[in-house]
């Protein structure tokens, strides 16, 4: 039974591996629904998950009273049960442009907001006005599946830039003007970072602004987690520096405000010299509004209050708790020696661990890892194919302390029970044993 067992599970890794090899194929969510069917019907432990960014899974982390009762209080009024203008409701376009000027040194204007249906509408909407034939964008390695997959629908070719984990996890500047050509339309970078967990200081943020007008390309800011930044670097909006290079701010309410299923975000164009300002460049933008339109209009009427009147007491309360659980989580990996962090966090709410196979013994790759991980412990974490670094895992520690030491308890047990380590204790102990019996 054991073999077939394995055997089954060899297949299905074997396609999984075959499928991720194509990143247009590779999705967060496909990968994990594969990874909970793989679950062990017969443990009767829980199951736990440290692969996706959904805090609101764990009941540590939920929206203030204030963001509830901002969308009940819309819903009830019934002024808001028709269609939204297709960018956006113009009080919404003005809270979020007032909410961002206030990290910037000039002022944004509601046209320079497009309410999305998320940040994962706002970087189709990115890459599509970008697109064209021929075209290619730089994408950082590791990084978000989604900018592939989005690229693949739009043929734009993807080139990928490495991300130091030695130095914090910054972009590889050099990399990214040798890779840069006539036909490079963007650069993306993504602070605080996902998957890694980083925050990019104010000098390097200047650097990676500077390359890009050196290689005459904007920017794409996705700054989904802006403000989630818990160590000792401030997060900085890319937008800062947007009288060097052009930027495509990408943000949403999903992570800061814990409402990930609201499907809030938005696409603005932070560009003091108008770069994006052109007839071409804004009819595109609108023309893709009126074919897939924005979120829900009472969620959207929502926000100026939500921006407006969430207490700082709130976001304290969530970067307390952010930090506390990834010291835990780094802690506790410390503890397993098969796998190493580079990099302790500073922001978001994951982290990318090196994973040595020369520590164990019938563990092929990340992909097996993780596939014989959640069969033997019901424990799930992603593997760092997925987010574009073979033989890593990415961690979620946006979990309750209970959770989390208890899933990193099990992946330590794993990974002593598959450890090589233990074939050398027991041959190193051998002749010791003999030599007494003799």
Known sequence: MENGVLKKCGCANSKVQQEMETPSNITIKGILGLLMSNIDGDDKRRAISLGMGDPTAYSCFHTSAVVEDAVVDTLRSQKFNGYSPTSGLPQTRTAIAGYLTCNLPYKLAPDDVFVTAGCTQAIEVALSILARPGANILVPKPGFPIYELCAAFRHLEVRHFDLMPDKGWEVDLNAVEALADHNTVAM??????????????????????????????????????????????????????????????????????????????????????????????????????????????????????????????FFRKTLSILKQSSDICCDRIKEIPCITCPHKPEGSM???????????????????????????????????????????????FAAERSSLEEALGRVKSFCERHSNQQDTDNSAASPISMKNIR
């Open 188 to 313: 993306v970078i993504i602070n605080p970072g996902n998957p890694c967990g980083n925050v990019y200081s104010y000098q390097h943020l200047r650097k990676i602004a500077e390359s890009a007008k050196k290689l005459k390309i904007p920017v794409i800011a996705d700054e989904v987690y802006g403000h989630l930044a818990f160590g000792g670097k401030p997060f900085v909006p890319m937008g800062v520096f947007g009288s060097i290079a052009p930027v495509l701010t990408l943000g949403s309410l999903s992570k800061r405000w814990l409402v990930p299923g609201w499907r809030l975000g938005w696409l603005v164009t932070t560009d003091p010299n108008n770069a994006f300002k052109s007839p071409k460049v804004v009819e595109r933008i609108k023309k893709y509004f009126d074919i897939c339109g924005g979120p829900a209009t009472f969620i959207q009427a929502a926000v100026p209050r939500i921006l407006e009147q969430t207490e700082e007491v």
């Open 350 to 396: 994951a982290l990318m661990v090196k994973l040595n196979l020369s520590k164990l013994k019938d563990i092929s790759d990340d992909i097996d890892f993780c596939f014989k991980l959640v069969k033997e412990e019901s424990v799930i974490i992603l593997p760092g194919l997925t987010v574009g670094l073979k033989n890593w895992l990415r961690i979620t």
